[in-house]
């Protein structure tokens, strides 16, 4: 989670909201992300989606089993679509999200009964520096 959180510092200093992501198999890392979607202008270049499209590129498949993707912050709906689709196996993420998170803060995807794929859900971990960064980048930005 500390090399999630590694990349969305990254993500602030290219002016993009502060989020990472790291995809782990096996205990190496495959893939790292941070959001691009004012730098793209790409409004799907989320921090899980670039990292999820790197992991699959990088293993020769779309299907992401045995994969635990770390990130900053609660994925939304679109993220959380996209690691059914792929099939992730576990995610972890630091800070909940209450407006536009989906894997238990605004919603729950997993509260589907009719998908063929649950990830593993752990949050809260890094909860307190991810939360900071977030609310120190916003700050910032109303400031301006």
């Given at each position: 989670?500390?090399?999630?959180?590694?990349?969305?510092?990254?993500?602030?200093?290219?002016?993009?909201?502060?989020?990472?992501?790291?995809?782990?198999?096996?205990?190496?890392?495959?893939?790292?992300?941070?959001?691009?979607?004012?730098?793209?202008?790409?409004?799907?270049?989320?921090?899980?989606i670039l990292?999820?499209?790197?992991?699959?590129?990088?293993?020769?498949?779309?299907?992401?089993?045995?994969?635990?993707?770390?990130?900053?912050?609660?994925?939304?709906?679109?993220?959380?679509?996209?690691?059914?689709?792929?099939?992730?196996?576990?995610?972890?993420f630091?800070?909940?999200?209450?407006?536009?998170?989906?894997?238990?803060?605004a919603?729950?995807?997993?509260?589907?009964?009719?998908?063929?794929?649950?990830?593993?859900?752990?949050?809260?971990?890094?909860?307190?520096?991810c939360?900071?960064?977030?609310?120190?980048?916003?700050?910032?930005?109303?400031?301006?």
């Amino acid at each position: 989670m500390s090399l999630a959180y590694n990349q969305a510092l990254e993500a602030w200093k290219a002016d993009e909201v502060p989020v990472g992501a790291v995809v782990v198999v096996d205990g190496e890392i495959v893939a790292s992300a941070h959001n691009e979607v004012e730098s793209t202008g790409d409004p799907t270049a989320h921090a899980e989606i670039l990292a999820i499209t790197q992991a699959a590129s990088f293993l020769g498949d779309q299907r992401l089993n045995a994969m635990t993707l770390y990130v900053t912050k609660e994925p939304c709906p679109m993220c959380s679509g996209a690691m059914i689709m792929s099939r992730v196996g576990r995610v972890v993420f630091g800070i909940s999200d209450p407006k536009m998170g989906f894997l238990g803060g605004a919603g729950d995807v997993r509260e589907v009964s009719t998908l063929n794929h649950y990830p593993i859900v752990t949050s809260g971990v890094l909860s307190e520096e991810c939360h900071a960064l977030l609310q120190a980048f916003f700050a910032e930005k109303r400031k301006k």
